[in-house]
């Protein structure tokens, strides 16, 4: 048993609460009874779950130990990825169109497009690999579900104001009871197409479920990148001008955020960031020294943690630099359907592609997700103008007006 057992259930139990409320507002009293049986039933294999853990960890056994099969080097893990990688290269190889994995393994599923659902296991290391690599969608509150929509009720950060004092046997005021807001989310599909040669279909078990993996994983993380910046650019972008805008935007966050946020570029902010210097030729940009790879701007008593990225991953406008100001756990919510698909073609024509006349396979893999404001008071979408900046720097000082 591991912890991932727990954190499934729990999401679970999560989902059938906010269908219970759904129905409860929608007057559907049989719908919100049933949804609370399932409701118990989850608390029951939760608090099971919780038990064998407790056992497990008093006898020395990490309960963790068998949850990445990614990291696995034998027993149970290892032997499930295993079986999934040849499931998934016999599917490949008979165009993902056959009924059950090799030896009878495991039951295939298809999507509501009849695409081939990559197992588990294999999703499993396609979101690890996905998340070892830097991108914006690393930065962001992730939450898995498992239904197509839904909703989830969260307290935003800003919105804490303490307990106030009570009497004794007295009621609680309105103003004491705390303030919710909902988010909603409704899973999309993305997709795209990856052209295979035949040579490759061909090859071993393991080298196509690691073109699968490395393709996968980084179609996910740069489809993911654009969603975050695309609900960033929901706020009105802010001309920052300088480097007193920077801190002045970081501090109208305000202490709710501002111990938390960080400035996010591209190469080309951090090329004009590291141009800063205050009135000693000090340059502002330096290295957190607890942790070298990590980048802090120094303005006075101000320390600001900088995280950049390339112009491919946060591109400009223009002359204007993304300067992404805030926290963005608190600001933005990635809803995560952790579910890839694939059909393929031989036949088909995308682009230059043709199939047919290049002896070509043709890959179109799905993943489904959705990503959505949290809190837009948390982060300030800022640029800054490095035409307009430079030519402020180029600017030919005043000359002093001589004395009559």
């Known amino acids: 048993m591991d912890k991932q057992k727990l954190y499934t259930l729990k999401n679970d139990r999560a989902e059938a609460l906010e269908a219970a409320a759904a129905a409860l507002d929608a007057g559907k009293m049989e719908e919100h009874q ?64 056959v009924t ?37 969608l690393t930065e962001v509150t992730h939450y898995p579900v498992r239904t197509a929509s839904g909703r989830r009720t969260i307290k935003k950060r800003g919105q804490h104001k303490g307990f106030a004092t009570v009497a004794e046997a007295a009621k609680f005021a309105k103003t004491d009871l705390p303030q919710f807001d909902t988010l909603t989310y409704t899973i999309k599909k993305r997709g ?57 935007a970081w501090i109208k966050l305000g202490s709710t955020f501002r111990a938390s946020s960080k400035l996010y570029t591209n190469d080309d902010g951090l090329a004009w960031l590291a141009t800063l210097k205050d009135t000693t030729g000090r340059y502002l940009l330096s290295p957190n020294p607890a942790d070298p790879k990590q980048l802090q701007l120094c303005a006075g008593p101000h320390i600001l943690p900088v995280k950049t990225y390339d112009n491919d991953t946060m591109p400009n406008t223009g002359t204007k630099v993304p300067m992404i100001l805030g926290d963005l756990k608190e600001g933005v919510a990635y809803w995560d359907r952790q579910q890839f698909s694939v059909k393929v073609s031989d036949t088909a024509v995308v682009g230059t592609l043709n199939a047919f006349e290049q002896d070509l396979t043709l890959w179109r893999g799905a993943l489904r997700d959705d990503c959505t404001k949290r809190d837009d008071s948390a982060f300030v979408n800022g640029y800054i103008d490095t035409a307009a900046a430079a030519a402020v720097m180029s600017a030919p000082a005043p000359k002093a007006t001589p004395e009559a």
């Not at 294999?45 to 696995?72: K, M, Y």
């Not at 009849?114 to 690599?133: A, E, F, N």
């Not at 001309?239 to 801190?247: S, V």
Request: aromatic share 4%; proline share 3%; glycine share 8%.
């Open 100 to 136: 059950k994995a090799a030896g009878d393994q495991m039951q295939e599923a298809v999507d509501a497009d009849g695409g081939y659902l990559v197992p588990q296991d294999i999703v499993t290391r396609i979101l690890r690999l996905r998340d070892s690599k830097e991108s914006l």
């Open 192 to 248: 795209g197409v990856l052209p295979v040669t035949n040579e490759l279909i061909a090859d071993s078990d393991e080298q196509i479920a690691a073109l699968a993996v490395e393709w996968l994983s980084d179609e996910a993380r740069v489809t993911g990148n654009k969603e975050v910046l695309a609900v960033i650019a929901q706020n009105a972008s802010t001309d920052l001008k300088d480097l007193d805008g920077i801190i002045s």
């Open 34 to 97: 049933a949804e609370m049986e399932r409701v118990k039933g989850f608390n029951a294999q939760i608090e099971a779950v919780e038990r064998l853990l407790g056992e497990q960890e008093r006898f020395g056994q990490d309960p963790g130990q068998s949850q990445d099969p990614t990291l696995a080097k034998g027993g149970a893990s290892e032997d499930g990825y295993t079986k999934a990688v040849k499931a998934f290269a016999q599917a490949a190889r008979e165009g993902f169109r």
